[in-house]
C-alpha cells in the first residue's frame, strides 16, 4: 500500500482545489518540478500529477512540464491524469516515462476505448472514476452522469487495469476524512484494486482505510494525497510507515 503525493497542475503552478472547483484554488508552489523533487526526497515511492487544465480542455495542456517532472522524479513512478482522451496521448505520455496513464471521461463515454487501451498497455492503465453521491463526474467534474461508479467499475473488471482511482468528490481538498465505505463496498463489489482519493488529512485517516481493508489486503493499492501534506497535517513518511506496518 503506497502513500502517493498529489501535485495538481493549474497554468504551470501546484495548486490543490476544493471539490473540484477551479474557482477555488490554493497555490503551493510556482514550481511543480521542484516540488516534485521535494516529494521523492521525502520518499514517496509513486508520484501522483493531474492536468487540470487538461482536464477541463479534453487535451493536455502541461505536457511539457510533467515530463520535466517526470524526470525529477528518477525511478519514482509517476502517474497522470487529466485530459487524456485518445491512443496517441496514451502513449506519448508513457512513452517520456510515465509509468500509468489515468483514464475517466473518454472511459466513461466511450467504454471501447478504455477496453482498446487496457489491452493494449496492461496494466499502465488506471480507470479514474470521480464520484458525486456515488454517481460519477466528467469533464474535470464539470457533469454528472446517470450511471454509478460501481457500475461502472464492474463492467470494467475484466481488463487488464493497473486498478482503479476512486475519488469522492464531495471530500476532496476538504479535509474531513476519505469516504471508506464506499472506497471499501467499490473494491469489493468490482474486485479490482482501487487507489483512495479525496479528503485524506491524518493518520487516522490511512488507520482507518487500512482497517477497513484488512481482510481483503489486495483489494487497496494505496492512497493520494494532496492538501494534507502541504498544510502539514499528514506527513509523507509518517503515513507511508503507517501502510508499510
Not at 126 to 143: E, M, Q
Not at 234 to 244: C, E, I, M, N, R
Amino acid at each position: 500500500m503506497l502513500l502517493i503525493p498529489a501535485i495538481d497542475l493549474k497554468e504551470g503552478k501546484c495548486v490543490r482545489l476544493r471539490q473540484g472547483r477551479m474557482d477555488d484554488a490554493t497555490v503551493f508552489s510556482d514550481d511543480p518540478v521542484a516540488m516534485a523533487a521535494h516529494w521523492r526526497e521525502l520518499g514517496c515511492r509513486r508520484l501522483h500529477i493531474v492536468d487540470l487544465d487538461g482536464a477541463f480542455a479534453g487535451a493536455p495542456k502541461n505536457r511539457e512540464l510533467i515530463q520535466n517532472m517526470v524526470q525529477a522524479m528518477g525511478e519514482v513512478p509517476v502517474q497522470v491524469g487529466g485530459g487524456i482522451r485518445s491512443m496517441d496521448i496514451i502513449s506519448a505520455y508513457l512513452e517520456v516515462g510515465v509509468a500509468a496513464v489515468i483514464v475517466g471521461t473518454k472511459a466513461i463515454e466511450e467504454p471501447e476505448f478504455l477496453a482498446e487501451a487496457a489491452a493494449q498497455y496492461p496494466q499502465q492503465v488506471i480507470f479514474g472514476l470521480d464520484a458525486r453521491n456515488g454517481r460519477v463526474a466528467t469533464d474535470g467534474w464539470d457533469k454528472t452522469a446517470e450511471v454509478t461508479a460501481t457500475e461502472l467499475a464492474q463492467a470494467a473488471a475484466s481488463l487488464p487495469l493497473g486498478g482503479i482511482v476512486y475519488t469522492d468528490i464531495d471530500r476532496d481538498g476538504m479535509m474531513n476524512g476519505l469516504n471508506v465505505t464506499a472506497t471499501y463496498q467499490l473494491a469489493v463489489d468490482s474486485g479490482v484494486p482501487v487507489i483512495a482519493s479525496g479528503g485524506v488529512s491524518t493518520l487516522d485517516d490511512l488507520a482507518q482505510l487500512k482497517s477497513a481493508f484488512a481482510t481483503r489486503p489486495e483489494l487497496l493499492l494505496g492512497a493520494i494525497t494532496g492538501r494534507a501534506i502541504y498544510e502539514g497535517t499528514l506527513d509523507v513518511a509518517a503515513g507511508q510507515a503507517l501502510l508499510d506496518g
